[in-house]
Nanobody, 115 residues
Framework: QVQLVESGGGLVQAGGSLRLSCEAS????????MGWYRQAPGKQRELVAA???????NYVDSVKGRFTISRDNAKNTVYLQMNSLKPEDTAVYYC?????????WGQGTLVTVSS
């Protein structure tokens, strides 16, 4: 059974940092393109950062210079290091794995940034 499990969310003050983790199981992780998405209350889900199986990355403009996506294929895990957090980063963060037409989502982890 393919599964993605996120962890690392929580409450942090503005300016603080959090690191999210997403561990995959039941899948050949090294060939999967991974992404972190977020959905704030009343808003559509948006792509925050992505990393390909080859390690190429891209970010939404609002997090460039503050967030870093990385992966450890030996641990079947993708990370999102979030620094200089702002109240507008408050959202449920989801990881997604994709390979060709197949995709799988995690259950989400809540990040709350207080001002």
């Amino acid at each position: 059974q393919v599964q993605l499990v996120e962890s690392g969310g929580g409450l942090v003050q503005a300016g603080g940092s959090l690191r999210l983790s997403c561990e995959a199981s039941g899948i050949v992780f090294r060939i999967i393109n991974m992404g972190w998405y977020r959905q704030a209350p009343g808003k559509q889900r948006e792509l925050v950062a992505a990393i390909t199986s080859g390690g190429s990355t891209n970010y939404v403009d609002s997090v460039k210079g503050r967030f870093t996506i990385s992966r450890d294929n030996a641990k079947n895990t993708v990370y999102l290091q979030m620094n200089s957090l702002k109240p507008e980063d408050t959202a449920v963060y989801y990881c997604k794995g994709a390979f060709r037409s197949y995709e799988v989502w995690g259950q989400g982890t809540l990040v709350t940034v207080s001002s």
